[in-house]
């Protein structure tokens, strides 16, 4: 426990039946918060229960809630068809969520807010690693653009109500993220969940081959869900960030609300087939549609920040793709 956050807290999980949320409310529970015997309480209100895109729903939830911590990861999330396609839904969704969850906390006199972004806010080309200084220095990837912004958009509106009213919002970039509870959707899916449906539907029906999207070439940093759990609560235990830092004349200054958070586990997405491939054991060829997006070329977060904290994840993406494959198995079986 920390002075930061305690034990006798009201934690509020926007999101928490999600990949993300659900994996966060784990931490919570293993850390001893949300301990009703001890005074705290998760409020993990359901979609039915608690629209986020209603801004008056949550103003009036907030007032009869009163949480003291707010985690934010709820969101529209989709791999590149999904944001391709819907790139307005992307937008306005997201923005309107965080604005009212954000915005709510703040008014409703919430003590800490954490936010969780994506590692797409960062410029299509940005120099590898990528630092959290990164932001705003180029290009967007443009398959992913509208989601990038709506996340970017969070994190200044955090940075803008830490400096302005002192409100003390933290941002979490987390790189991309898989595990129990992924979404499996054949359209709407992220590139790990896709390539385990797609390899077990093969070998369900005999296929000898799978086309996959892209040349395979570009490299990517994958963060179990747990882990990103785990880091969670570490961040809400132990960072305590600044208004900004650097010298009072310098119109750069930067805010030292942002941290990434990843693996430090890069893989070719080839490479990432053929393991996934090995684990449902499908054994027909692999070929590449190169006339598909690849997305951008390489994605890997700078997490240096966060390590000299102390936090470091846990585990691997060989064994974090075996357990989410039995997931995947264990969901077409409740259905």
């Known amino acids: 426990m920390s002075n930061l956050i305690k034990a006798n807290d009201r934690f509020f999980i926007a999101g928490a039946r999600g990949m993300a949320g659900s994996a966060i409310c784990k931490a919570l529970r293993k850390n001893r918060y949300g301990d009703t015997s001890m005074g705290g309480e998760l409020l993990m209100p359901t979609r039915q229960e608690l629209d986020l895109l209603d801004g008056e729903a949550v103003k009036n939830w907030y007032k009869i809630n009163r949480p003291d911590i707010v985690i934010l990861a709820a969101a529209k999330v989709g791999g590149i068809y999904a944001n391709k396609t819907y790139p307005a839904d992307f937008l306005l969704e997201n923005l309107k969520i965080q604005t009212n969850v954000i915005e709510g906390a703040w008014k409703a006199g919430v003590r800490r807010l954490l936010f969780l972004g994506s590692s797409c806010i960062y410029p299509k ?36 109500l830490r400096t302005q009213y002192g409100f003390d919002a933290i941002s979490l970039m987390p790189t991309n993220l898989y595990g129990p509870g992924d979404n499996y959707h054949p359209q709407n899916c992220h590139v790990l969940p896709a390539l385990i449906r797609r390899f077990h539907e093969a070998k369900h029906v005999g296929a000898s081959s799978v086309t996959c999207w892209g040349t395979g070439a ?118």
């Open 218 to 335: 570009p490299l990517r940093e994958f963060l179990h869900s747990e882990d990103l759990g785990e880091a969670c609560v570490f961040v809400l235990e132990n960072y305590k960030a600044n208004k900004v830092e650097g010298d009072s004349n310098d119109n750069k200054k930067k805010s030292t609300s942002l941290l990434n958070v990843g693996s430090g586990e890069e893989v070719k997405i080839s490479q990432l087939a053929t393991q996934i491939a090995e684990v449902v054991q499908f054994e027909g060829k692999i070929y590449w549609d190169a006339s598909m997006p690849d997305g951008t070329p390489r994605k890997n977060l700078d997490t240096n920040r966060l390590l000299q904290l102390g936090w470091k994840p846990k585990i691997s993406l060989s064994a974090g793709i075996h357990q989410t494959y039995k997931d995947y198995l264990t969901s077409l079986e409740a259905k």
């Open 125 to 160: 080309f940005a120099e590898q690693p990528i630092k959290e200084d990164s932001l705003l220095t180029g290009a967007l990837e443009p398959t992913n653009e509208s989601y990038a912004i709506a996340k970017i958009t969070g994190i200044k509106l955090c940075d803008s």
